[in-house]
T-cell receptor, first 114, second 112 residues
Framework: KNQVEQSPQSLIILEGKNCTLQ??????????LRWYKQDTGRGPVSLTI?????NTKSNGRYTATLDADTKQSSLHITASQLSDSASYIC?????????????FGRGTQLTVWP | DTEVTQTPKHLVMGMTNKKSLKCEQH?????MYWYKQKAKKPPELMFV???????INESVPSRFSPECPNSSLLNLHLHALQPEDSALYLC???????????FGPGTRLTVL
């Protein structure tokens, strides 16, 4: 069964600190993995996309890693800011899958305190 | 233009009302999607249009009726909804040859 699991479910950190969010997946055959940021009541915004051959990808203070062998990904946020408070969703697509068929994790709710 | 826009931002309707949600994109994407998202849950796919034709209907109740009048527009017509249909409705679009979906800001729907 194709699944995406994220941990932790929620996380509270102080402004300026770093944090790492985890994503494990069983989607097969794997095509790509994305991390989205979703503010409350808003649509998800793509942060990074990684294919099978990519191990690391950065977007400003966000760095995603992918281990396709262990089917794990992480999202590292450096020097957190109050505006980083949001839900971070890991989304995986399968190669050759039906158009639009994405597998969503339940998200990690990150709260950054001043 | 790299945006997907949705109107209205908020909608409150009674169970006997008829209303419509609108979605628009000008990125030349030929695949468009409707999702429903409940609080603290991931988005659930409802419909997919590819080249203005409905290609996926995830067994959505007939009180939700999608329409794709042209390649830039996607509507979701609502009729006789139930309170449990209250949710954030997200529209997304993608180029058919990639599966990177760009999401709109959503419409927050409340059914009384």
């Amino acid at each position: 069964k194709n699944q995406v699991e994220q941990s932790p479910q929620s996380l509270i950190i102080l402004e300026g600190k770093n944090c790492t969010l985890q994503c494990n997946y069983t989607v097969s055959p794997f095509s790509n993995l994305r991390w989205y940021k979703q503010d409350t009541g808003r649509g998800p915004v793509s942060l990074t996309i990684m294919t099978f051959s990519e191990n690391t990808k950065s977007n400003g203070r966000y760095t995603a890693t992918l281990d396709a062998d262990t089917k794990q990904s992480s999202l590292h946020i450096t020097a957190s800011q109050l505006s980083d408070s949001a839900s971070y969703i890991c989304v995986v697509s399968a190669r050759g899958s039906t158009l639009g068929r994405l597998y969503f994790g339940r998200g990690t709710q990150l709260t950054v305190w001043p | 233009d790299t945006e997907v826009t949705q109107t209205p931002k908020h909608l409150v309707m009674g169970m006997t009302n008829k209303k419509s949600l609108k979605c628009e994109q000008h990125m030349g994407h030929r695949a468009m999607y409707w999702y429903k998202q409940k609080a603290k849950k991931p988005p659930e796919l409802m419909f997919v249009y590819s080249y203005e034709k409905l290609s996926i209907n995830e067994s959505v109740p007939s009180r939700f009726s999608p329409e794709c009048p042209n390649s830039s527009l996607l509507n979701l017509h609502l009729h006789a909804l139930q309170p449990e249909d209250s949710a954030l409705y997200l529209c997304a679009s993608s180029h058919p040859r990639t599966d990177t979906q760009y999401f709109g800001p959503g419409t927050r729907l409340t059914v009384l």
